[in-house]
């Protein structure tokens, strides 16, 4: 079991920052890929940006690419999302999620964060 625990959303101006962290906790020597995912209201949950644990593989969804950077800190079993130019389409719930060594899900969700984007 991994259990994970987001912070640092919020609501801010079209055009702001914020970060994101998501500090994972359990069996996280089971961690292969984490990852930020974001639900609007009436969307389906989407994936916004991935990175294996090892680093070495990252990736965004375009809509995304150039404005936020997914990051790791494997001394604090913590990820991060920094975003940036935030815009009022990236109002969601932000979820950190993890997927295990010979698994294809991602099976260990967070509760969610909210960010909201003013225009």
């Known amino acids: 079991q991994v259990q994970l625990v987001e912070s640092g959303g919020g609501l801010v101006q079209a055009g702001g920052s914020l970060r994101l962290s998501c500090a994972a906790s359990?069996?996280?020597?089971?961690?292969?890929?984490m990852g930020w995912f974001r639900q609007a209201p009436g969307k389906e949950r989407m994936s916004v940006a991935v990175?294996?644990?090892?680093?070495?593989?990252?990736d965004y969804v375009d809509s995304v690419k150039g404005r936020f950077t997914i990051s790791r800190d494997k001394a604090k079993n913590t990820m991060y999302l920094f975003m940036n130019n935030l815009k009022p389409e990236d109002t969601a719930v932000y979820y950190c999620?993890?997927?295990?060594?010979?698994?294809?899900?991602?099976?260990?969700w967070g509760q969610g964060t909210q960010v909201t984007v003013s225009s």
């Open positions: 999620a993890v997927r295990g060594f010979g698994r294809r899900t991602y099976d260990y």
């Open positions: 359990g069996r996280t020597s089971s961690i292969y890929y």
């Open positions: 990175i294996s644990w090892g680093g070495s593989s990252i």
